[in-house]
Structures are given as C-alpha cells and as structure tokens.
C-alpha cells in the first residue's frame, strides 16, 4: 500500500522562486491536509480540503496556495519562496473529520536561501 | 484558542524502564485525544485514539489515559526498549471542529 505519497523529499530554493509540493493518496480519503513543522513546534495547518473542489485556510496560510481537482492530489503551491517558509512539510489524508484514519507522507524538507 | 503543551520536551532513559509523557490542553471542550509517533526523517504515525468519553486505551506496551475535565492525557510505556526511541506527539480535534491542534512533542530515547 501506498498511502500518502509526497515529492520531493527534499528541496532547496533562492528566495523569490516558486514551487510545487506534491502529494498523492490511493486510500480514497475525502479529507486532505497539508502541515509545516519548524524545529521544536508541534505541526501547524496550512490548509485543509474535505473534497474535490473544496479547500479552506488553516492556521498559517500566507505564502501558500493550493488545489483539489481529484480524490488523489493535493498540491500546495510556494509562490515568492522567503526564509520563513524553510521548514519540513507534511501532507496527510483520512476518512473522518473528526482524527480517524490519520495517514501522513513524508515530508518534505525545504529549505530557502 | 487552543493551546497543547507536552513535557517533558527530551526524555532519555536506560532501556527496560518504565515511563510517562505528559500532554495538557487549555480547552476541555474536545472530541477526541491522539498520540502520534514519529520517527527522524518519517511521517507521523498514530498510537491510540481516545475519545473524549473513555479514560484510557491500550495498545501493546502503550496505555493513554485522558482526563478531560482537568485538560490532561498521559502516555505510559512500559520496559522501554531502544526502537521506542522517537518523538511522539499529541493532538487533539474539538468538539465544533474538523482539525487537529498538535502539541510541540517529546523527544525519547532509550539507551541500550
């Protein structure tokens, strides 16, 4: 089994360039996340989708953007890459809102220079 | 706003011993508590699940207990061993809502 599937694992950026973090489930979960975790803090939301064509902020939304045209992809989009976003990444998928069924990816590790 | 706090933030202990992470929670008004564990270099794996209406589960050498009214969950492993060396985390999801709310972690080692 797959599961959630992230690329690249690893990846390093010049401020002000863009990128796209990819990640991929074949569990058929309806919810999608995606998680930065900086040294020593818990993982923080950058942005949830419940669906197809649904997607909301979480907590640390600024800088990023994403899209949900299937089930399987999640991409989240860096546009203008600045220091603050270095951190680790993280995609997750379930079958429940509510904390079940919790699968991550992962990561991928970013770093902007 | 929800805030979850786990102590201690480093923990190394000789194998064989018994131990206790700790997590807290400032608003009781939770649906359910998940510890996770995470590997260097890995995602995040579930441990146990407990639901805002039940005091514990077990799983293996895991026991998570919850006390919801005070803000409280601890994770207690028994005759700890090297491959329980890992960073585990809490969460919480509440009960009006959708996402989970993670605290920063702590970081285990067991020395052989």
């Known amino acids: 089994n797959a599961g959630v599937t992230q690329t690249p694992k690893f990846r390093i950026l010049k401020i002000g360039q863009s990128m796209t973090l990819q990640c991929t489930q074949d569990m058929n979960h309806n919810y999608m996340y995606w998680y930065r975790q900086d040294p020593g803090m818990g993982l923080k939301l950058i942005y949830y989708?419940?669906?197809?064509?649904?997607?909301d902020k979480g907590e640390v939304p600024n800088g990023y953007n994403v899209s949900r045209s299937t089930t399987e992809d999640f991409p989240l989009r860096l546009e203008l890459a600045a220091p603050s976003q270095t951190s680790v990444y993280f995609c997750a998928s379930s079958y429940s809102p509510k904390g079940y069924g919790y699968t991550f990816g992962s990561g991928t590790r970013l770093t902007v220079v | 706003k929800q805030e979850v706090t786990q102590i201690p933030a480093a923990l190394s202990v000789p194998e064989g011993e018994n131990l206790v992470l700790n997590c807290s929670f400032t608003?009781?008004?939770?649906?359910?508590l998940q510890w996770f564990r995470q590997d260097p270099g890995k995602g995040l794996t579930s441990l146990l699940l407990?639901?805002?209406?039940?005091r514990e589960q077990t799983s293996g050498r895991l026991n998570a207990s919850l006390d919801k009214s005070s803000g409280r969950s601890t994770l207690y492993i028994a005759a700890s061993q090297p491959g329980d060396s890992a960073t585990y985390l809490c969460?919480?999801?509440?009960?009006?809502?959708?996402?989970?709310?993670f605290g920063a972690g702590t970081i285990l080692r067991v020395k052989s």
């Open positions: 407990i639901q805002s209406s039940q």
């Open positions: 608003d009781s008004a939770i649906y359910n």
């Open positions: 969460a919480v999801i509440m009960e009006y809502g959708n996402k989970l709310v």
């Open positions: 989708s419940v669906g197809a064509g649904i997607t």
